[in-house]
DNA sequence: TATCCAGACGACGTTACGTCA
DNA sequence: TATGACGTAACGTCGTCTGGA
């Protein structure tokens, strides 16, 4: 890890720590760093295949998925994100999957009955059996023809305008009537757009196999989308996007992280120089006193910090001893996905 | 064996939609 | 009710890797 630190004055060390560093809510993170050490948790995640998303893609090394297709991955990352929801996710075995949920079609258009994640129009999620289609769009290109046509036509999700200007009576025949109002609004329109928001339970699922694996295979895909009535192409989406949110909580929690070591350094930096002018004030009062050894400089083998050997007076006029002379910034640990701190147990 | 090419895939930036205050 | 902020699903592009010709 390089850290670009001035000695000296530094009041915005970083100009991209001026960036917010909101948090989402209903998230939390841990966050570790390791100092070039393979931990143990590090070892068996590289022994499990499985490929840890770290924000340093600088030195990528290499994993195999199920397929054998090489996955870049980072090498020893040093500080690794982890994104929970707040709230208990439940845990599905493979045996025991609830999917797929009972399909909500809303119960704000009356069109059926449902509680909070379901204020939404019908769901789109339960798709007519397009298992064949999504086959093959799995095996095309996430771009392809066949993905992008079903994903046009296959889907319609009443806007909430809609929701509240028609008043359909069954649900069949509201689906039916908005299906039709948006072949029109197309035909009139050309493509628009068309975006879902998943349901808490498929996003639950989502999370849990990513925090597996961040990346998936074809068969992967296949058998989430499968299981989460979702097109291997909106899991693939998903992945996509969860990985860009992870990045992005990494690098704003690495900013902080160094921008507190740049604080520290700099707090450091100070008192060395008030420390100097101390010792050369000394040295023109008193030249015989100034026969003891002066201030010496040493690094840590390990991380490389430069420590301060202080004198007896530049001990007492600060508290470095208590760290040893290094920057008091506790380093972030690296935590695997599925090693959180919580979750260790004593070996 | 080296080179070229097509396909697959992930990263990244952007757009657009839904939700909420 | 209108509006802006925010989160995020979806998209487009580019770079990289791999396997086959």
Request: hydrophobic residues 30%.
């Amino acid at each position: 890890m390089e850290l670009g630190l001035s000695l000296g004055e530094a009041p915005k060390p970083f100009a991209f720590m001026e960036k917010s560093t909101k948090t989402n809510k209903g998230l939390e993170f841990c966050m570790g760093l390791g100092v070039g050490v393979n931990t143990r948790e590090e070892k068996e995640a590289a022994d499990q295949g499985r490929c840890l998303q770290t924000f340093q893609a600088a030195d990528p090394r290499r994993c195999e998925d199920g397929e054998g297709r090489d996955k870049t991955v980072s090498a020893n990352p040093p500080v690794q994100l982890d994104l929970l929801p707040l709230a208990p996710v439940p845990r599905y075995t493979s045996s025991q999957l609830p999917f797929p949920w009972p399909v909500d079609h809303g119960n704000s258009d009356g069109c059926s009955s449902g509680q909070a994640a379901t204020t939404r129009g019908f769901d789109v999620n339960l798709l007519p059996s397009t298992d064949e289609i999504d086959d093959a769009a799995a095996v095309d290109s996430p771009n392809s023809i066949a993905s992008s046509f079903q994903m046009e036509f296959s889907i319609y999700r009443g806007s909430k305008r809609d929701r509240e200007s028609s008043a359909a009576p069954a649900a069949n025949d509201c689906e039916a009537e908005r299906a039709s109002s948006r072949a029109s609004d197309e035909e009139e329109n050309g493509l628009t757009r068309k975006k879902l928001r998943l349901s808490k339970e498929q996003s639950a699922f989502l999370e849990e196999s990513f925090k597996e694996h961040n990346t998936l295979n074809p068969k992967q895909k296949l058998a989430l989308a499968k299981q989460l009535n979702l097109r291997p192409r909106q899991v693939e989406v998903w992945f996509q996007n969860r990985r860009a949110r992870t990045k992005l909580k990494q690098t704003e929690v690495d900013c902080e992280y160094l921008k507190r070591c740049c604080e520290t350094l700099t707090e450091e930096n100070r008192k060395l120089h008030k420390e100097l002018q101390e010792l050369r004030a000394l040295k023109t009062s008193h030249p015989f006193y100034m026969q003891l050894p002066a201030t010496t400089l040493t690094m840590c083998p390990s991380c490389e910090r430069v420590a301060t050997t202080t004198t007896p007076a530049a001990a007492a006029a600060d508290g470095a001893s208590k760290t040893g002379g290094f920057p008091a910034v506790s380093k972030p640990r690296f935590y695997p996905f599925s090693q959180q701190p919580h979750q260790s147990t004593a070996s």
